[in-house]
């Protein structure tokens, strides 16, 4: 499903008329950049998350409070990826769930697994039970959240509706582009199980028909427990399988697991793009680098 937005209707919304172009914040690289992409030249979203901060623990700044007191439009995920922007809402009405959007695909953790393991993992993050919150992963709802941001610029911008209208089609243009590239690029990987670091690829996974057989831990924050890991290590030995590090944690469990089983270690994947530049190209980059990572991995 595609949410667009026609430049004809774009001119006629309704809405409260700005003097300037809105002021956006966004949570996290993938989100900002979708709304990058949608501005264009109008204007540039403000990025919360700071370069290789962890987007489950994040501490505001003061200037980061006073950007989102300021902000006409807040484009978040929503509170189960981002707790602590959810503190700081308050009271804030101008804001985009995207979590929300209606025709956003959802699923579970571990909806992707070839195995449904037990995890005993104590963590502060998400956990490996309940919703996914990591929805960006899946292209067709960044497709769909294009539009979305496009209606909600011209609700409150609409002598710029056309412009954002435009801007997102394009962007949805090229989006399906790249995703058709991908599924030729990974479709050699389907069927072959592989190992992450921690629950976040399912969406990805899903999409693509891929299969993460296992994590190393359920969540971004949690220490995965020592029954797991001995669960995850006979599983996993003497299949040769690929296991991928993850940026912002801590490769040394990974080499080990790997000298363990004789597992393969992939390149690091980045899911949040947190150590790539900000800006309109980054959500496009952060699904070229996971594609690229796996296939050359995992591909026959």
């Known amino acids: 499903m595609r949410y667009t937005i026609s430049l004809a209707f774009a001119s006629l919304l309704a809405g409260p008329a700005l003097a300037e172009v809105p002021r956006v914040v966004a949570d996290l690289p993938p989100v900002q950049s ?15 998350l700071d370069r290789g901060a962890d987007a489950h623990s994040f501490q505001l700044r003061p200037s980061q409070v006073r950007d ?33 959007v209606p025709g956003t695909h959802r699923q579970q953790f571990g909806a992707d697994k070839a195995h449904d393991h037990g995890h005993d993992d104590e963590h502060d ?44 089609e394009t962007a949805q243009a090229r989006l399906q582009r790249l995703d ?54 006979a599983q996993m030995a003497g299949s040769s399988r690929c296991i991928f590090p993850e940026a912002q944690h801590d490769p040394k469990l990974v080499a080990q697991i790997a000298d363990e089983t004789g597992a393969k270690v ?15 190209a980054l959500y496009e980059a952060v699904l070229r680098s996971l594609a690229d990572g796996i ?4 591909a026959p």
């Open 125 to 168: 993050g998400h956990g490996h039970d309940g919703f996914d919150p990591h929805l960006w992963l899946d292209p067709a709802n960044a497709g769909l959240w294009l539009g979305a941001i496009a209606a909600e610029l011209t609700r409150l911008d609409p002598a710029n509706g056309a412009t954002y209208a435009a801007n997102a």
């Open 180 to 233: 058709a590239e991908i599924a030729v690029q990974l479709a050699p990987a389907q069927g072959r199980p592989f190992y992450v670091f921690h629950d976040a690829y399912g969406y990805f996974a899903g999409h693509y028909g891929l299969t993460v057989a296992g994590s190393i831990s359920a969540g971004d924050a949690a220490a995965p427990g020592a029954a797991h890991l001995s669960e995850l290590r």
């Open 295 to 298: 296939a050359d991995c995992v």
């Open 266 to 280: 992939g390149a690091a994947l980045d899911p949040e793009g947190s150590l790539l530049d900000p800006g309109p």
């Open 34 to 48: 979708l709304v990058a992409q949608v501005m264009g030249d109008l204007g540039q979203p403000v990025l919360l």
């Open 68 to 100: 989102l007191g300021a902000a006409d439009l807040v484009v978040w995920v929503g509170p189960e990826m981002t707790p602590w922007l959810d503190r700081a809402l308050g009271g804030h009405r101008g804001d985009l769930r995207l979590a929300d």
